[in-house]
């Protein structure tokens, strides 16, 4: 069963940083890209950013370049998203996703709320 698992969301001051986990099961991890998306309230899930299965490379939505990193660890079958100099329009539900091979998961999702 395929299972994704995200943490380590919460409440942060504008300018701080979190870091967000992910946590996969029920697939070889380190076969598939994975790639982090976010939802703010009253608009549409938008893609944030995507790590190929080596983590060799990285792709990130203009919004976010420069700020935030994805990672790896497939020894761990984790997937992380560091998120610095948060901005209040960063406030969203992130979620991880895989997609490929037959595979199409989401895990239930992490909030973060950036505010003063």
């Known amino acids: 069963q395929v299972q994704l698992v995200e943490s380590g969301g919460g409440l942060v001051q504008p300018g701080g940083s979190l870091r967000l986990s992910c946590v996969a099961s029920?697939?070889?991890?380190?076969?598939?890209?994975m790639k982090w998306y976010r939802q703010a309230p009253g608009k549409e899930r938008e893609f944030v950013a995507e790590i190929t299965s080596t983590g060799h490379l990285t792709d990130y939505a203009n919004s976010v370049k420069d700020r935030f990193t994805i990672s790896r660890d497939n020894d761990k079958n984790t997937v992380y998203l560091q998120m610095n100099l948060l901005k209040p329009e960063d406030t969203a539900v992130y979620y991880c996703?895989?997609?490929?091979?037959?595979?199409?998961?989401w895990g239930p999702g992490t909030q973060v709320t950036v505010s003063s």
């Open positions: 029920g697939f070889t991890f380190s076969n598939y890209f």
């Open positions: 996703h895989v997609l490929g091979r037959g595979l199409d998961a």
